[in-house]
DNA sequence: CGTTGATAGTTACAAATGCAACAAATATCC
DNA sequence: GGATATTTGTTGCATTTGTAACTATCAACG
């Protein structure tokens, strides 16, 4: 009962990226839930803030394309579980500077040796050229044209 | 304030799947938003009941990896909308088969050809060899090891 | 100044989701 | 046959999300 044509459903590339965003987000996502009960938003904004220093919620919204609502709430829940406190700045007040505390940045220690031996898994399936290349698609789809 | 060490958050495979499968399904979401009214999950049951045929909701569900719920309830919408209806199983009435309608299948043959546009205009920024890697890394990738 | 417009971030409300419990039909095993 | 388990699909409820409206601060321009 299959169609004819060229075109194939399971060659749509949205559709590829979705299943394989799914299946390795959820899979890597029982580390940091069972651990720090953190969903996917916190894990990533916890995560811009280790790998990139102190940043307002507006940098981490530009950087990930993550909507300003969902950092909102995510950098809320993180600062009740003390993973991170604010900063006003005083030249602007409408700024607040994100850092993580002590806490916070042990967390992302311990998360990020995690994703990295996550990744290692992954990729080791792969070739060298094939790594290269497949990380050089997924940073072109990404950009909205 | 970058850190050290080998490991970059911008190069976390479910992160960058993630970032690639939100920027390329909202853009193509509005097609069929604009068009028909579905949503994401209602878009992909109409499209594996065009691409695959008939199917029950568990088959779909097998194939694509949507949890039962979510496809019971996109069933539940396109049949009222009229893109589809369900056939009682005799020999075994727990099933129900599930078909397109003449409308469903007409919205499904229009929104295969866009999507067969939007896909040849993802692609088309690689070069053939890097389009089957990459075909190869996802599909292997949404495998769960 | 003072009015207007832009920016950072929060919140209210409706919609979508996930989980667990559920109903109904069938399969299994004694 | 009959008790129990399994399968298919739906529903209730709590959580998460998206949209739009909102507050508070700052910028621009007369």
New binding site residues.
């Given amino acids: 009962m299959i169609q004819n044509g060229p075109f194939q459903l399971d060659e749509f590339i949205p559709y590829m990226l979705n299943r394989a965003a799914e299946t390795t987000s959820l899979d890597f996502q029982k580390i940091y839930k069972d651990s720090y009960g953190m ?3 916190e894990w990533r904004v916890l995560f811009h803030l280790g790998r990139y220093g102190d940043l ?4 981490i ?1 530009s950087m990930s394309d993550i ?10 829940k993180l600062e009740r579980q003390r993973f991170l406190q ?1 900063t006003e700045v005083p ?6 500077v994100l850092s993580l505390t002590k806490q916070g940045r042990s967390a992302f220690d311990h998360l990020q040796s995690e994703a990295l031996k996550y990744n290692t898994t992954l990729l080791e399936r792969f070739t060298e050229d094939e790594q290269v290349i497949l990380r050089r698609c997924l940073t072109e789809l990404s950009k909205n044209k």
Avoid: G, I
Avoid at 56 to 59: C, N
Avoid at 67 to 76: E, Y
Avoid at 91 to 96: G, S
């Fill in positions: 969903l996917r938003t307002t919620a507006k940098q919204c909507h300003k609502t969902k950092v909102s709430r995510a950098v809320s604010r030249t602007d007040r409408r700024h607040e």
